[in-house]
């Protein structure tokens, strides 16, 4: 899939840094939430995900981080690559009236040299 | 051949077309879903199936036809679109429904002319 909007917010970092993605969620009973990424001409792909009786969960270069009381969720990519360059975006799965995922509209990461 | 493979990748119809989307998951799952991206918006569940059958329609107008005839195929037929049905459509799978680590394929471009 190609970029989600022409519009999307866009983060730019050098290369070796770390990367901060931020998104707010929309429903304070959400229990379940995911980071995809969204490279030009494909898919979403699953990077991670944290319930929400958790605060913090860490995978590979990746960390996710919950904060409740403000409804945000932020994505940190530690020593960011070229390869990283990608639409990020968030989805929440809200139990009722029935357990849908809700999406994001993503934020666009550029990784410069 | 592994995961999800839509075909086609890139589509172009007119408003009295018929055309179909095809997607096929070589994973094993048991639920297959459809998702609209749509620029500057999030994206859209539009259907899902689970073991064959059809568990939610997402309000999405009856100019979309979905057929699932087994757990590894699903179709989605277009007849009479608008130009506002322009968009990116996805297909995705899960071990189950309820399961939102979701494999996407790399979806088909449509344009409605």
């Known amino acids: 899939g190609e970029s989600v909007g022409l519009h999307l917010p866009t983060l730019s970092v050098q290369e070796g840094d770390n990367s901060i993605i931020n998104c707010a969620y929309s429903?304070?009973?959400?229990?379940?939430f995911i980071w995809y990424k969204q490279e030009s001409g494909k898919g979403p792909q699953f990077i991670i995900d944290i319930r929400s009786n958790m605060d913090k969960r860490q995978g590979q270069r990746v960390t996710v981080l919950l904060n409740k009381t403000v409804k945000h969720l932020s994505l940190q990519i530690a020593a960011t690559q070229p390869g990283d360059s990608a639409v990020y975006f968030c989805a929440e799965n809200t139990p009722f009236p029935t357990d849908k995922l809700i999406f994001g509209t993503g934020t666009r990461l550029q990784v410069f040299p | 051949e592994t995961g999800v493979t839509q075909t086609p990748r890139h589509l172009v119809m007119g408003m009295t077309n018929k055309k179909s989307l095809k997607c096929e998951q070589h994973?094993?799952?048991?639920?297959m879903y459809w998702y609209k991206q749509s620029a500057k918006k999030p994206l859209e569940l539009m259907f899902v199936?689970?073991?064959?059958?059809?568990?939610e329609n997402n309000s999405v107008p009856s100019r979309f036809s979905p057929e699932c005839p087994n757990s590894s195929h699903l179709f989605l037929h277009l007849h009479t679109l608008q130009p506002e049905d322009s968009a990116l459509y996805l297909c995705?799978?899960?071990?189950?429904?309820?399961?939102?680590?979701?494999?996407f394929g790399p979806g088909t471009r449509l344009t409605v002319t």
């Open positions: 994973l094993g799952h048991n639920a």
């Open positions: 429903n304070s009973a959400s229990d379940y």
């Open positions: 199936y689970n073991f064959k059958e059809q568990t």
């Open positions: 995705a799978s899960s071990q189950e429904s309820r399961e939102y680590e979701q494999y």
